[in-house]
C-alpha cells in the first residue's frame, strides 16, 4: 500500500543509572516492498537526555540527612565524654575492697546442714589387679 502513514507509540523505562546523561537514539525502520526487497531506513537519529522524575519523597536526601544527624550525634556524645573524664581529673579513684565475709568458694554455707545429709566426696576406684608375672592360669 504505497503512501500509507502509521504512527506507533513504544515507552521504554531506563534504568536509574542513565539518568541525567546524554544518548545519543537512532531508530530504524526494517520493510519490504511488493517485490520483496528489504528496506532499512533511520528515521530518528538524534541526541536525547534521559532526565529523572521529580518525585515527593527523595530516598537519597532523607538518607543523607538521616547520615548527617547520626555522625552530629555521635560528636557530641565523644565530645560530652572527653569533657566529663578531664573534669573529673582523668581516671576515678582506685575502689577500696569490700569485706563480704568468709564464704566458700560457691559461695553457699554447709555448716548448718547436718552431717548425713551431705554427700561425701567419692574416693577413686581400686585399680583391677594385675597379674603378676610367672602366675599361668
Known amino acids: 500500500m504505497p503512501e500509507t502513514q ?3 507509540v513504544y515507552s521504554f523505562r531506563p534504568s536509574e543509572s542513565f539518568y541525567a546523561r546524554p544518548f545519543g537514539l ?19 537519529n538524534n541526541t ?9 519523597f527523595d530516598a537519597e536526601t532523607f538518607f543523607m540527612y538521616v547520615f548527617m ?18 573534669r573529673r581529673g582523668g581516671r576515678s ?11 566458700d568458694k560457691d559461695g553457699v554455707d554447709y555448716q548448718w546442714v547436718p552431717d548425713g545429709a ?13 597379674p603378676r608375672k610367672g ?3
Open 69 to 86: 544527624v547520626s555522625g552530629i550525634l555521635l560528636l557530641v556524645f565523644i565530645i560530652h565524654y572527653v569533657y566529663t573524664t578531664v
Open 26 to 44: 537512532t531508530i530504524n525502520v526494517y520493510y519490504k516492498d511488493a517485490e520483496d526487497n528489504d528496506y532499512r531506513d533511520a528515521v530518528f
Open 48 to 56: 536525547v537526555n534521559i532526565i529523572e522524575l521529580e518525585e515527593s
Open 6 to 8: 502509521a504512527s506507533f
Open 118 to 130: 551431705l554427700p561425701t566426696p567419692k574416693k577413686s576406684p581400686r585399680p583391677s589387679p594385675r
Open 93 to 103: 579513684a582506685p575502689r577500696k575492697p569490700v569485706e563480704t565475709g568468709t564464704q
Open 135 to 137: 602366675s599361668k592360669k
